[in-house]
């Protein structure tokens, strides 16, 4: 039997074990885990020298934002499926599940979802999948879940407390809930009170208090951890429906889903890279430079950092993700900088776009930092996102004859010395990184879709092509049997309430 590809002399991670064992790949899967070094004279038409260094599976970001219309009025999110996908693989991340966002004036889902994948279709370095983004959850949108989920492959959607053109009343969030719940849809919440955020941003204002820093105060920790607090109250109500908590920051908030998931409820939370390397003071630099940092929530202290790893470990966070959503610095139009006018020097707070670019250093800054196990860096960047959001066993693990062979292998240890993190090595459509001159100890060396070498750092770049990535048709989430609470629970019961 000829393979189409060999890696040996690898370190194999997955979410429960480390192993030297030679990886082999046939017609895109996974086919043959053996000992180190015993398939390299296999025939094959390609074989890789791991030369020691890990080999894990690829990355698996089901949190980005791709070609979005912005919520601050103008312009969209910087990079397109074809950028944001391309940014994606040179870090070592193989599968994005991205957002379809419904507009308020429109009433359908399925028309949001279909002019997404006009976006997406061969336009995509990686597979990807989506997630509705619900603003207007109105009778006919409720009613198109069923369709969602069991044909169009769509089992998550995403929900957001705050921001005036997206955000839901509590009774919009209770109707939400239980259509979800009917369907196996999992329901991510963007948790912040938008009223205390719109309250505190005229108090700063009124004070002529507009820099970015100022970003951070209207967005104060109470609000996240009220509404984290709220959206885990209606989850009950409703008879103990799956929610997700994205992008957590603050240690008051985990420690609510802590104890929540402590007493048995299906609570889920995700955690991103700018709540483990940025703090508040990068948002407090000279002039308009803190614009940069600005994203929702925003970085915290360095003690609420330490948190936020310790909730990584301990599983409070299933998933660490990007949640990349980048906007131009410099471009007046669409980017950071419109805001900047001679009134307002230092520009206005309120209206610089929330959402920084992280899809491609998600995972060299997590791997770089060491904070923890191999293991667990495989299961929070990978595994449990590919198991709650349907994807598993295909994505996010090495199982023979069943996964994708979809793979990173990373560099020998201190084989690259100190990489400087500059934006000018990144491959998104993007004119900063809010990491510039970091250093970093590995890289991915490869990346592998399906197969296929997609990202050669050292012959070629990004040597794969755009219309190699697929839509994946997305199951129900599996994680932690979430489906089975909902089932013990039974129905809905007005009568029980
Ligand atoms: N929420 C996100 O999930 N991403 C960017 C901005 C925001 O508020
Ligand atoms: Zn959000
Ligand atoms: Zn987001």
């Not at 890990?54 to 070609?67: E, N, R, S």
């Not at 906007?327 to 009134?343: I, M, P, Y």
């Not at 299961?379 to 198991?387: C, D, I, P, R």
Request: glycine residues 8%.
């Amino acid at each position: 039997d000829e393979f189409d590809l060999v890696i040996t002399n690898g370190v194999c991670v997955t979410a429960t074990d480390v192993a030297p064992l030679d990886v082999a790949v046939k017609d895109e899967k996974i086919v043959r885990l053996a000992p180190s070094g015993s398939l390299k004279a296999s025939r094959t038409k390609r074989l890789i020298d791991a030369e020691g260094g890990f080999v894990t599976p690829g990355g698996v970001d089901c949190h980005v934002h791709l070609q979005e219309p912005s919520m601050f009025g103008k312009g969209s999110s910087a990079d397109t499926y074809e950028t944001g996908t391309r940014s994606a693989i040179a870090g070592g991340t193989t599968t994005v599940v991205a957002f379809a966002p419904q507009q308020k004036s429109l009433d359908s889902v399925l028309t949001a979802l279909a002019n997404t994948h006009e976006l997406a279709r061969d336009n995509s370095y990686c597979d990807y999948g989506f997630h509705l983004l619900v603003a207007n959850p109105c009778a006919r949108a409720l009613s198109e879940f069923q369709q969602l989920a069991s044909t169009e492959g769509v089992t998550s959607l995403k929900i957001y407390m705050t921001y005036e053109a997206l955000q839901l009343r509590d009774n919009e969030i209770l109707s939400v809930l239980l259509e979800a719940r009917r369907n196996s849809i999992l329901t991510m919440i963007h948790a912040e009170n938008g009223d205390v955020l719109a309250w505190l941003t005229e108090q700063l204002e009124a004070a002529k208090l507009f820099a970015p820093k100022y970003h951070g105060h209207s967005h104060a920790p109470i609000l996240e951890s009220e509404a984290t607090n709220r959206a885990i109250a209606l989850s009950s109500l409703v008879a103990d429906t799956p929610i997700l908590l994205v992008h957590v920051s603050e240690p008051a908030a985990a420690l609510r889903i802590r104890a929540a998931q402590t007493a048995g409820q299906p609570i889920f939370a995700e955690t991103c890279p700018q709540y483990l390397f940025l703090t508040r003071d990068d948002l407090d630099q000279p002039g308009f430079e803190g614009a940069k940092c600005v994203c929702a929530p925003p970085p915290r202290d360095a003690e609420d950092q330490k948190a936020i790893w310790r909730g990584l470990r301990n599983g409070t966070f299933a998933l660490l993700s990007s949640d990349h959503c980048p906007f131009r610095f410099d471009d007046a139009e669409t980017g950071k900088k419109t805001c900047l006018s001679e009134e307002y020097p230092v520009g206005r707070f309120r209206h610089i776009p929330n959402g920084i670019p992280g899809i491609e250093t998600r995972l060299p800054l997590a791997f770089s930092a060491r904070k923890m196990e191999m293991t667990k860096f495989v299961e929070v960047t990978s595994t449990n996102a590919a198991k709650l959001y349907g994807l598993y066993p295909r994505k996010g693990s090495l199982i023979p004859g069943v996964s994708d062979a979809d793979l990173v292998v990373w560099y020998p240890d201190g084989a690259l010395g100190d990489i400087t993190l500059t934006n000018d090595i990144l491959h998104h459509d993007v004119d900063y990184t809010p990491y510039e001159g970091r250093k970093l100890q590995n890289w991915p060396r490869f990346t592998i879709l399906r197969g296929r070498v997609m990202w050669d750092r050292d012959g070629g770049g990004v040597v794969g092509d755009k219309s190699y990535g697929e839509f994946l048709k997305r199951q129900k989430s599996t994680l932690n049997a979430i489906w089975d609470t909902v089932q013990e629970e039974g129905p809905f019961d007005l009568e029980k309430l």
